[in-house]
């Protein structure tokens, strides 16, 4: 039980995603106990009297360096307005997709939750993403919150017949205006010979976009030439 506390202490802070009737609320949070119990202090977050009806297990969220640590946690009470005393009952660690090495790409994706039959056969969005060989972010017009188990088929450039299957854990949730949001998901099973493609994908356009800036910069850096080839000269030299 120890070992699910081990990095919070008091003053740390966290996203709380709390479970309300028939919709989820993301809020900042700030541990205030954590030696017999986790007790947070939620920020102002405009949801005012919809914290009486919590049903269901919280998700909390800790930015680390590079770890991003997902706690579930279950309401123990209600300790004032915005205070809530918790007992966490899992802890998921992954690698922060924002410290990894990342690409933005023009991928296909195809995300779902759970095992809707709608879902998977839904043709799947080409999309800007940005990629890792850790995990994706883009942006979806479904809801999903942090916590959250999804599956999606990602389809590279040259691999149209050999897209990436993968299971990945929602690691961040933020609204992208009306009916969207930008999801950033961590990967939690992906196979040798997937991970394989992403990464050779992600050689080949890390490798390309260097080049790219290089040649923008030697021609930034190059002498002006004239049509004949010869470097221009002022009538002064």
């Not at 360096?65 to 300790?79: D, P, Q, S, V, W």
């Not at 839904?122 to 990629?131: F, G, K, M």
């Not at 897209?163 to 690691?171: D, N």
């Not at 990967?187 to 992600?202: C, Q």
Request: glycine share 8%.
């Amino acid at each position: 039980m120890a070992g699910l506390y081990e990095d919070l202490k008091p003053g740390v802070l966290l996203r709380a995603t709390i479970p309300l009737t028939g919709n989820r609320h993301t809020v900042d949070a700030a541990v205030e106990e954590c030696e017999t119990r986790l007790v947070l202090r939620l920020q102002k977050s405009g949801i005012g009297d919809k914290l009486s009806d919590i049903e269901g297990d919280w998700v909390l969220t800790q930015e680390l360096g590079e770890r991003i640590i997902l706690y579930k946690a279950r309401l123990t009470e209600r300790l004032a307005a915005r205070r809530f005393s918790l007992e966490l009952i899992d802890r998921t660690v992954h690698k922060s997709t924002r410290k990894s090495c990342r690409i933005q790409a023009k991928v296909r994706v195809r995300e779902w939750a759970g095992h809707s039959t709608w879902s998977r056969l839904r043709r799947a969005d080409s999309r800007e993403v940005i990629l890792s060989t850790n995990g994706i972010a883009f942006q979806t017009e479904d809801q999903f919150h942090p916590g959250q188990k999804v599956s999606l088929e990602i389809t590279l450039p040259g691999h149209a017949l050999r897209p990436v299957q993968v299971s990945g854990q929602v690691i961040r949730a933020q609204p992208r205006g009306i009916g969207r949001q930008e999801i950033a998901v961590a990967f939690i099973n992906l196979e040798r010979e997937d991970a394989d493609i992403i990464e050779t994908f992600f050689i080949k356009e890390h490798f390309r976009t260097m080049t790219g800036r290089a040649q923008l910069l030697g021609e930034a850096l190059s002498p002006s030439l004239d049509e004949t080839g010869s470097r221009k000269v002022d009538a002064d030299d």
